[in-house]
């Protein structure tokens, strides 16, 4: 019966918009509406990111949306309703988290290595997940950019959720090593990252503490582990072995931590793929799969435009977030005017859904597309997303173009797929999936949703953000 029920999930029929031709220098892009059923697909096939490679000197893992097979939600409202629920937690935990500080340590380059990117809904996660190798233990792991630390659940687990994989076991592992608490390890970690570590009171390891910010948590001790990306193996790597575990990552293993600072995986590895990953995210929740490149032979990238980079802003040198520059967005060929776009720095995260823009920014956006959308009606707001139209009974609209503008002339169009959210299946209700934040001073983020179809490049050591247009798939 479950898995009757996961096939029928993994077939639901979603609207899907086709590009089918270009107008006045891109200004409009027309398409066809039109309901796809995607076909039946077993849990291991569709759902989980199990495939990965390596590939000159890279690592190659699948990555997936958590939506993959998802049997968690009654109907696409809620869906919706919990994704927006999700995105403002974690953008409370965000801005909570841009006030505190962490270091950064360079180092070398050399080889690359891929990993397959997934959704994260049949886990109950709003994220991608890729699968990666924990001593012999294989682990479901949610991507995070705005994260360091990287973390599984462990025995003995004094309070765990539930999870699809086996719980890790530190006592079976021949290359686990707790860190003790005396270490350099272990007292540099509060200083390099702002996580609070501290000796245990009946045993010699480094024990850590870390809250999200919004309502997340992970505690446990630090300890040395092999961890194996795709056939690259890295020895004594830094992880958390949580013990203690609630929040928002669903039935996965735990957390793949992306950040800058010298914590994280992409600092750990840094003689092996030399501070540079790269992702690019499966364009539909469901049936697709991305990559996340780990190295930065360009070679290995399906790229169909040259890639092109702006520069990250180190401010404070010690985030573990990427900014960079929003200098300006056209809708179709028009460049708004705006003025955020003076002070136009902006995030840019893996785990947020919905790009949130400062109000100046988003109210001409807005403005602007619903002037050259005019011709279709105007369907009511959903939550924070108030731009929404109703597009039911129509086989096809022309849809004005979106071009995010950053530092340095670095122009990324927003795919047709990172446009819109359907909040009816009959697309009686076709909403703009970006919102306005509050106040003019808060820090812009670019979520997920418009960095479909695009190879995202993060290069720490040049401190550098590159884009580049490509038709994500498993490569």
């Known amino acids: 019966m479950a898995e009757h029920m996961l096939s029928l999930c993994c077939c639901s029929l979603l609207l899907v918009f086709m590009v089918v031709g270009v107008a006045g220098k891109e200004e409009k892009i027309v398409l066809y509406l039109q309901k796809v059923g995607l076909g039946e697909e077993r849990v291991s096939q569709c759902c989980l990111p199990k495939r990965s490679r390596r590939e000159k000197g890279a690592t190659i893992l699948e990555v997936k949306h958590h939506s993959s ?32 500080s962490d270091s950064r340590s360079p180092k070398t380059v050399q080889s690359e290595s891929q990993i397959p990117i997934t959704s994260g809904a049949k886990l109950q996660t709003l994220n991608y997940i890729v699968s990666i190798k924990l001593g012999n233990n294989e682990m479901t792991v949610i991507v995070d950019t705005g994260s360091d630390l990287t973390w599984v659940q462990c025995q003995p687990c004094s309070s765990c959720y539930n999870q699809q994989d086996p719980i890790f076991n530190p006592s ?9 608490c005396n270490s350099p390890t272990c007292s540099s970690v509060q200083i390099a990252t702002g996580i609070s570590s501290f000796c245990g009171t009946d045993q ?24 194996d990306l795709a056939g690259t193996i890295i020895d004594g790597f830094v992880f958390g072995c949580g013990q203690s575990n609630y929040g928002l990552f669903g039935g996965t293993s735990g957390l793949m931590g992306l950040g800058r600072t010298q914590l994280s995986l992409i600092s750990q590895t840094i003689l092996q793929f030399g501070g540079i990953f790269s992702y690019c995210l499966p364009p539909r929740e469901y049936d697709s799969s991305g990559s996340l490149v780990l190295g930065g032979d360009p070679s290995i990238f399906k790229n169909n435009t040259p890639v092109s980079y702006t520069r990250m802003i180190l401010d404070p040198p010690e985030s573990p977030f990427y900014f960079v520059n929003l200098t300006g967005i056209s809708i179709g060929a028009v460049a708004l005017q705006a003025s955020g776009f003076y002070n136009g720095k902006v995030l840019i995260d893996s785990g947020t859904a919905i790009t949130r823009l400062v109000p100046s920014i988003y109210i001409a956006l807005r403005d602007e597309f619903m002037r050259q ?22 086989r096809e609209v022309s849809i004005p173009t979106m071009k995010f503008v950053f530092e340095g002339e670095v122009e990324v169009d927003v795919d047709v797929n990172g446009m ?22 808060e820090v812009g983020i670019i979520g997920n949703y418009q960095q479909k179809n695009l190879r995202v490049i993060y290069d720490t050591l040049g401190s550098r953000l590159g884009f580049a247009e490509e038709t994500c798939g498993w490569l």
């Open 69 to 100: 097979c998802s049997t968690s939600f009654s109907t696409r409202e809620d869906k919706l309703m919990k994704i927006i629920e999700s995105d403002n937690s974690r953008i409370s935990s965000l801005y909570h988290r841009i006030k505190n």
């Open 172 to 180: 079976t592992s021949q290359s686990y090593q707790p860190i003790p």
């Open 204 to 227: 010699p390891s480094c024990n850590y503490s870390f809250s999200y910010g919004d309502g997340s948590h992970t505690s446990g001790v630090l300890g040395w582990e092999q961890i």
């Open 373 to 394: 959308f005019s011709e279709y009606l105007v369907a009511p707001g959903y939550s924070i997303l108030d731009t929404c139209f109703n597009l039911a009974g129509l």
């Open 420 to 441: 819109f959210y359907y909040v009816k299946e009959d697309a009686s209700q076709v909403c703009l999936a970006l919102a306005s934040l509050t106040y003019e001073d």
